[in-house]
């Protein structure tokens, strides 16, 4: 038996055969062929091809993993009519009179360097987006399109690597797990497998490709990020358990949907979801969460090449407050900064980005920026129950700028008559200690806290999230972070408002007593999270002495 450590991508546990992931490309050779005009005819219709199998692939990713994460192969379309790489192409054609397959080759070659060499982690994640483009122009030159391998029985595939087009053109109902050597968290493979929920590991090193083979019996636990190879009877048997227990636990959750968030004694907590974009909608309404505790909306900026229009925004904040006809939609204004960057804004270079111009501090900097996004929101307000709130906060003042800009904002849409509901709640994220600690000054300047656990935890104990060395100091449970919570939950009931927590430990199983104990009024989680947080919820007794 050998386990070999990786990142989970997917949470979900699978065992079985092993499948090496074979790529039959043909292996590309120099050919001087003197015959530019040809090479260049060739490339051309291999070109087309492409696109055309590509728009295929966009047709079935659209149905089976969404709009959003069909995006990659609208990409991969953009990459193969990109202007520089058709021209490093034909020149070399030109040039040196070679064939078409050894052009494409060499400016993939050369492409793909060029985004690992970036600092940007998607724009480095786009160099295995280059080479699947590239090889799949050569497979078309060269007629020559096996691809990746069918598989007759399910299997657990293993690669060095899987690129986009790959993940989705295998077949669902064949893969039990996918694990591979490489591969970033921010990958759109890891981005698919998550939302095809399909237990996945990445990362687990070179090693392990050069050890399996083929028909290996072997488990792929997304819990713990372990692939283990020649399972022994025992640890096979107690896989096979966990599974039965995860699918046991996952239909019986099912029974949960339509039922109050309410403990033994009594005590009712809202269960809301976090969501990044409005393709997460489906899941939310499968969730039967009551409402939306946190939508991330930097992420339409990040998925944009230049700011977001006022009439875009709105669209997209409406199509949520829509499909949430009964419960709260809670939009946290963009938070970008630190690991979140967008080209556009061209910040500066900075030191320590976590404590840098982040968030409001940003928004309140470029205060047109900012105003778009809040008429946006107040206009996307008469479509439902709306809450707006700020991240990053960490003064009155700041606060107080943020809530003038939103008065501007409702007076510059009365001018232009544009309509807007009265009773859009405000809301701050309590995730500075600094907010925490003067928690009691804030609350009677909104409706409701939210508190993000993950910066707070962060800044409280000077441990950057970003690092994973760092896990061993980071104790989310930490005494300090605990008392800031309950420090902000007794003065925003002080002074009336509601409190939520929005961060990871809102998932938190073993943290749930003592939230609802404090008086958090509502957890936000993953939609996934929703039944789960329930049940747990459903399942206490806080008239009992505390455990
Ligand atoms: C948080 O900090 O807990 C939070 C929810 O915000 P984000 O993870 O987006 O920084
Ligand atoms: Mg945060």
Not at 281 to 299: N, T, Y
Not at 363 to 385: D, H, M, V
Request: proline share 3%.
């Amino acid at each position: 038996m050998i386990t070999f450590q990786g990142k989970s991508v997917y949470g979900a546990i699978a065992s079985g055969k092993i499948a090496l992931l074979t790529r039959t490309r043909p292996e590309v050779k120099r050919d001087k062929t003197g015959n530019p005009p040809k090479e260049l005819a060739r490339f051309a219709a291999a070109k087309d091809k492409a696109i055309l199998e590509l728009r295929a692939l966009y047709e079935k990713a659209l149905k089976e993993v969404g709009e959003a994460n069909a995006k990659i192969f609208e990409i991969h379309i953009m990459m193969a009519e990109d202007e520089d790489f058709n021209e490093s192409i034909t020149d070399m054609i030109l040039s040196q009179e070679v064939n078409a397959e050894y052009a494409v080759s060499i400016t993939s070659d050369n492409f793909a360097r060029m985004f690992t060499a970036m600092e940007d982690s998607y724009m480095q994640a786009r160099a295995a987006d280059i080479r699947d483009v590239s090889g799949r122009i050569i497979a078309c030159l060269t007629d020559n399109h096996s691809g990746v391998t069918a598989f007759r029985d399910p299997v657990i595939i293993c690669a060095d690597d899987l690129a986009p087009s790959e993940t989705v053109s295998l077949d669902k109902s064949k893969v039990l797990a996918f694990v591979t050597a490489h591969g970033s968290y921010n990958s759109h493979t890891a981005i698919l497998a998550r939302n095809m929920s399909i237990p996945a590991i990445i990362g687990v090193g070179e090693e392990f490709l050069s050890v399996i083979k083929n028909g290996d019996t072997a488990i792929a636990d997304g819990f713990t990020g372990q692939f283990i190879l020649h399972p022994d009877k025992k640890t096979l048997q107690s896989a096979k358990e966990k599974q039965a227990v995860e699918a046991e636990k996952k239909e019986l959750l099912q029974k949960l949907k339509g039922k109050e968030n309410i403990t033994k004694d009594g005590t009712r907590v809202h269960i809301y979801a976090n969501i990044g974009s409005v393709d997460d909608i489906g899941a939310v309404l499968l969730s039967d969460a009551d409402g939306i505790g946190l939508f991330r909306s930097e992420f339409l900026y990040m998925g944009s090449k230049d700011y977001p229009s006022e009439e875009e925004q709105c669209k997209v904040y409406s199509r949520v407050l829509e499909s949430m006809p009964s419960g709260r939609v809670i939009i946290r204004t963009l938070d970008i900064g630190a690991d979140k960057q967008v080209d556009y804004f061209r910040m500066e270079k900075e030191e320590n980005p976590a404590l840098g111009l982040r968030a409001v501090r940003l928004c309140l900097s470029r205060p047109e920026i900012f105003k778009t996004q809040l008429r946006a929101l107040y206009r996307a307000s008469a479509f439902g129950k709306l809450g707006i709130m700020f991240p990053m906060i960490t003064s009155p003042s700041e606060l107080s700028a943020c809530l003038a800009l939103c008065e501007q904002a409702k007076r510059e849409l009365t001018l232009a008559g544009k309509k807007y509901a009265p009773d859009v709640e405000i809301g701050i994220m309590i995730e500075t200690p600094a907010a925490a600690i003067i928690s009691d000054r804030l609350a009677p300047m909104v409706d409701f806290f939210s508190i993000g656990t993950n910066d707070l935890t962060q800044y409280t104990l000077a441990c950057d999230r970003q690092n994973p060395r760092l896990e061993k100091f980071c104790d989310t449970h930490h005494e300090a972070v605990l008392r800031l919570i309950r420090a902000a939950t007794e003065n925003a009931h002080r002074a009336g408002a509601w409190v939520g927590i929005c961060g990871e430990l809102a998932a938190d199983l073993s943290l749930t007593e003592t939230f609802l104990r404090m008086g958090i009024d509502e957890l936000s989680v993953s939609p996934s999270f929703v039944l789960k947080l329930r049940e747990r919820v459903r399942g206490l007794d806080l008239s009992a002495y505390p455990q």
